[in-house]
């Protein structure tokens, strides 16, 4: 038995240090200028690592998950499973002073726990109970804690410093995780189904993000921190601020220059050929100012109109 243990140590040993040597990533020469992810040389490094360990150990048992059981057996499994997570979603509603959101989620925990087969039929949803995700990195969030830095967190993946922490919160939100609930073998194997279930739904998803993402890191880190803001505003962001969008005001238009005279050609002269070019006159200097008008002359005196002749006389011989 003890030969037994030992050689499946040395099995788990050896693959963890392949798996670590495997994960040697190159990091661009900018790695760390992005105020969201100062760590990122180390983040790469981890993030090679949870790929290595996802292409070779995890994503396998997926596909051949998504290859035995057939798809309602899997969409059960998994609503069995969100249904199990809508404790931690009514807790942290309470604690964000939620107490609608908690409600929902109260209730769709009964409805789904009951006329849903312990979670296996969503019927909660039909019924106008949509389902919600908070954890407690939301709590935090809700009573404003702010993100710190990205971080890439070796099996768990993407997450912040905020969420981190709230990661290890939600652990005592969880039912699978108390044992006097469930023996630890039944706890193990729920926690492995769980893996297993989540990494299957996520199987054509990162098949898309091979397939069109030129950096698959930095496409999954924008990914889960947009995610995370729209979570965090319940799929209501606030549009950002103009000064943060970073693009600088447009520049006031030059003013127009006109444009030079092109020099008139003069008529061609009668005996032929090509016609003299006359050079552009020079622009007119600005007109001097205009003298004051001078005042009319005073009128002339009127001249003496002439003598008008005096009417002919007829010679006195013939008066009567």
């Known amino acids: 038995m003890s030969n037994q243990f030992k050689r499946i140590s040395i099995r788990i040993s050896s693959l963890a240090v392949l798996l670590l040597l495997a994960a040697c990533a190159t990091v661009p020469p900018d790695a760390g200028n992005n105020p969201r992810d100062p760590y990122e040389r180390i983040n790469r490094q981890t993030y090679a690592f949870n790929d290595h ?15 035995v059981l057939p798809e309602v057996v899997r969409h059960c499994v998994n609503n069995g499973f969100a249904n199990i997570f809508e404790v931690r979603n009514a807790v942290n509603d309470l604690l964000q002073a939620k107490p609608s ?19 296996c039929f969503d019927f909660a949803t039909g019924m106008g109970l949509e389902r919600r995700h908070e954890d ?14 990205y971080l890439v967190l070796p099996v768990f993946g993407p997450s912040d410093v905020r969420d981190g922490i709230g990661l290890a919160a939600d652990a005592y939100t969880n039912p699978i995780t108390y044992t006097q609930v469930a023996p630890v073998v039944a706890r193990n194997s729920l926690f492995g189904t769980y893996v297993v279930d989540t990494r299957a739904s996520l199987v054509e998803a990162t098949k898309l993000i091979e397939q069109i993402a030129l950096d698959p890191y930095q496409f999954e880190r924008d990914a889960y ?26 520049a006031a238009p030059a003013p127009a220059t006109p444009a030079p005279a092109t020099p008139v050609p003069a008529p061609a002269p009668e005996g ?40 002919v006389q007829p010679p006195p011989g013939n008066q009567r």
Do not use: M
């Not at 407690?136 to 830095?149: H, K, Q, S, Y």
């Not at 050929?273 to 002359?297: D, K, R």
């Open 225 to 250: 921190l947009q995610r995370r803001y729209s979570l965090e505003y319940e799929g209501n962001p606030p549009p950002p601020k103009l000064e943060d969008v970073g693009d600088p005001a447009p």
């Open 136 to 149: 407690f990195g939301l709590t935090l969030a809700r009573w404003g804690a702010g993100t710190g830095p």
């Open 53 to 67: 360990l996802d292409r070779y150990l995890i994503k396998p048992v997926a596909q051949g998950y998504n290859w």
């Open 272 to 311: 032929g050929g090509a016609a003299p070019v006359q050079p552009t006159p020079p622009e007119p200097s600005p007109p001097s100012p205009t003298p004051p008008e001078p005042s009319p002359p005073s009128p002339a005196p009127a001249e003496p109109s002439p003598a008008q002749p005096s009417p």
């Open 101 to 119: 959101g908690a409600a929902t989620d109260l209730g769709r925990l009964a409805i789904n726990s009951t006329l849903g087969v312990a979670g």
